[in-house]
């Protein structure tokens, strides 16, 4: 790889983002919105004070980094997980059940069987897809996709049924006992330990994908399927299958964790979306772990200050997410841009 | 018109792809009425030949003439409207429709209401006459490479075209079938269409065809009516003037000592495969590779080699019968960007791909570095070091890389497919050297070629594939030339 092209894969992420923001701020203009004004607030909301950063921008960057790890195990063995949102959900929800159940009865205990908990109903939740994917041939795309509005749906029926709140006036469930929360990091902020995970789990799956032999099964897998069983005599299949099963279980585990650290309790908004961000944030983080820590930052701090921004600007925040879908598509369209670049300059490698 | 005219003419026809020359000023008269059959070997140009007539490619230069009129195509509908009518090796049917409209789809009053009585009585019929059984209400994804074929034909007899032109129909069709199909074909030119057949097996050609033109290495090598030219003859134009002068360098010089012959290391016991379609790609076979002895394949392209070398390098299984497998086993497929190499993986990564499946732990990349190391000296691999990635060699050299790769650790077994394929003399010289010398080094060898002469330098003993049947013959380039072609 040239020192152009290592340059170009660190500049190309951040050129699309600030593209997608000049689009986003001209149409702002074009439709009376003061994008100045805006960006002002937006920024105040993300990283103007401690409470913007720890306790909105930080917080929302943790599921997001989490969900972007998951996305990117998937993806790194070429199976497109879509479902990271009802992975999520599903984690989150028998992580709560199960952390409701058992109360304060084994003290600290609950909370650790709740993550646990979690993670194994993420990887179930993925696993229906991976078995329907091998069973049967089924695209994972479409499978895993549907999952999540199953997985909403079953949460509506949680909160509306089993695990209803007892006065029974919300669709929400009780709320967590102290026992089953993540312990928060700074006094006086949201921010909780399950940050650390996230950048934790984010600095071990670099290490696995760069240094161990399954990180390096899954990365040939997602390469060359063909390669992978005539060079190498992998079972491609079985390998794409498990990576499903292991993303769903670190979604799991990101939904476990923002229902303990977070909400304390199961209601249907749980995740505005969080897996579909998290697709976004794979991609721009180039599917590179470390890569990801950053893009989930900024996507943190993007719908932080989109919060913001509608609330002190009274600009609607649904223009950051035309932010991230932008992203989504620039970085997608990068890799044929730099092709025909590269042709149009005679620098190509061929 | 019928009798003396052409049908269809081309003249003086090249067409290069970059380099190569596909076809260098080859021609082709097809009588009106007549049945004519065009042979050759792998990459001699029949296929460019059919897609220039079809308007698929367009000639560098050349002439195309129909009913003796010249005409240009600028695209395939135009050659259709014009009536010609092609069955391509690569089927072109919608796997998610039925035999019955399919047909329809290529139907010259599409755009009308569909009717699928109409449609199915159609396809019954034409099956009917050609004596192909198939049923028109099949969805064409769950028929077998077989039965496609059999659409395929009746969707370009639906079109009543004057001109047929067949790529390799019975390649898949079993020998009733073919049989059934090349008789009908028959019947069908004397009522005056033309039919023009590629085919590779030569018995097929004298036994129904009406004339007969030979393509070798992008040029007409005979053409002749069927009845005063003999098999011979067309085997000779097939094969060419045999020189093996400039390749019987791989057994000269091959350095390494040759031993005696070692025990049964590799073998198929009634080993049979068919494949995901429900096609035989190989029949009932048996065949042992001793240690030190290069056992050479050969084969025109769908005969069966390639599921006789996967099955020997133990990355298929088969269907029915046992296969002996010795603990490491090389293999060097053909397509190396699709199977062996990945183009922006680096050379360590690229070089731990070989036992990849056995891998657990943490990878020992520091010592795979030191394999490259020494694959790049020992095989004098030129053009990249230990952190390049695949794609900064040239051919050659990433093929000297994988089969370093599949050498490294000395295996007991090594199978090898087009090892030389799309490299220049110097490197194929090379890279056979190699071949030899690990079979020198006691080593059980299997090589598929699809150049004869490279067999014969390199292999002890020649296989030959033919419709999904392996025979073993001598050591001679027109015994295995005929092999191929199914004359023995």
Known sequence: MSLLRRLSAGVAPALVVLAAIAVVALVMMVTGFDPVAAARAAVRGAVGSEFALFSATLKRTTPLLMLGLAVAVAFRAGVLNIGADGQFLAGAAAACAFGLAVGDAVGRSVLLGALAVGILAGALWAGVAAWLKRRFNVMEVVSTLLLNFVALNLVGFLVRGPLQEPTGAYPASATLLSAARLPLLLDGQRLHVGFVFSVGLAIAAWWFFRSTAAGFQIRVTGASRTVAASAGRLDVDGVQMWSLVASGAIAGLAGACEVTGVTYALYEGLSPGYGYTAIATALLGGLNPLGIIMSAALFGALGAGADAMQRDAGVPAEFATVVTALVVLGVLAVPGVMKNWARITGRGEQ | ?488
Not at chain 2, 14 to 37: C, E, I, P, W, Y
Not at chain 2, 222 to 247: C, F, H, K, N, R
Not at chain 2, 474 to 479: G, I, M, P, R, V
């Open chain 2, 1 to 488: 018109m019928s009798g003396e005219g052409f049908a269809l003419e081309l003249r003086g026809i090249t067409k290069r792809f970059g380099a190569t020359a596909a076809l260098n000023d080859a021609s082709l008269a097809v009588r009106s009425g007549s049945l004519h059959m065009l042979l050759g070997e792998n990459g001699a140009g029949k296929t460019t030949f059919l897609n220039i007539a079809t308007g698929n490619l367009q000639p560098d230069t050349g002439a195309i003439l129909l009913n003796g009129q010249p005409v240009v195509w600028r695209h395939r509908a135009d050659a259709l409207a014009a009536g010609l009518s092609a069955v391509s090796q690569h089927f072109s049917l919608v796997p998610a429709m039925t035999v019955a409209e399919n047909v329809a789809l290529a139907g010259p009053r599409l755009g009308a209401k569909y009717n699928r009585r109409e449609a199915e009585d159609t396809v019954r019929r034409i099956a009917n006459n050609v004596g192909l059984d198939l049923d028109p209400a099949a969805m064409v994804g769950d028929l077998s490479v077989a039965a496609q074929q059999r659409a395929e034909i009746v969707k370009a007899i639906a079109r009543n075209a004057p001109v047929l032109m067949l790529d390799e129909p019975t390649a898949v069709l079993s020998p009733p079938d073919a049989a059934e199909l090349l008789l009908w074909l028959r019947g069908f030119v004397s009522s005056g269409r033309t039919v023009v057949v590629i085919t590779h097996r030569i018995r097929e050609a004298m036994g129904y065809g009406d004339e007969v033109t030979v393509l070798r290495r992008g040029q007409t090598a005979l053409s002749a009516p069927i009845s005063s030219t003999s098999e011979q003859e067309v085997v000779a134009a097939i094969l060419g003037a045999t020189d093996t002068g400039p390749l019987a360098f791989a057994r000269q010089h091959s350095t390494a000592v040759r031993q005696t012959l070692g025990t049964s290391v590799l073998a198929l016991h009634a080993a049979s495969v068919i494949d995901a379609g429900g096609a035989r790609r190989l029949r009932t076979t048996s065949l042992e590779v001793r240690g030190g002895e290069v056992v050479g394949v050969a084969g025109v392209e769908g005969a069966g080699q390639y599921q006789l070398l996967r099955l020997l390098a133990g990355r298929i299984s088969p269907t029915s019968g046992r296969v002996t497998l010795p603990p490491s086993v090389g293999f060097v497929p053909e397509d190396r960007h699709r199977d062996a190499l990945i183009a922006d993986f680096s050379l360590v990564e690229n070089m731990a791909l070989r036992g990849i499946e056995a891998r657990r732990g943490v990878m020992p990349w520091a010592h795979v570095a030191l394999q490259v190391q020494s694959a790049i000296t020992a095989f004098d691999v030129r053009g990249g070091d230990v952190r390049s990635t695949a794609s900064a060699l040239s051919g050659g050299n990433q093929q000297k890389f994988v089969l370093a790769r599949e050498l490294a650790d000395a295996p007991q077994a090594l199978v090898v497919e087009n090892p030389t394929r799309g490299l220049d003399v110097r490197a194929s010289q090379e890279i056979l050297t190699r071949v030899r010398d690990s079979a020198a080094a006691g080593s059980a060898v299997v090589m598929y070629s699809s150049d004869i002469n490279e067999l014969l330098a390199t292999a002890d003993r020649v296989v030959v594939c033919f419709a999904g049947e392996v025979y073993e013959t001598t050591l001679d380039s027109d015994a295995i030339g005929r092999a191929m072609v199914g004359v023995r």
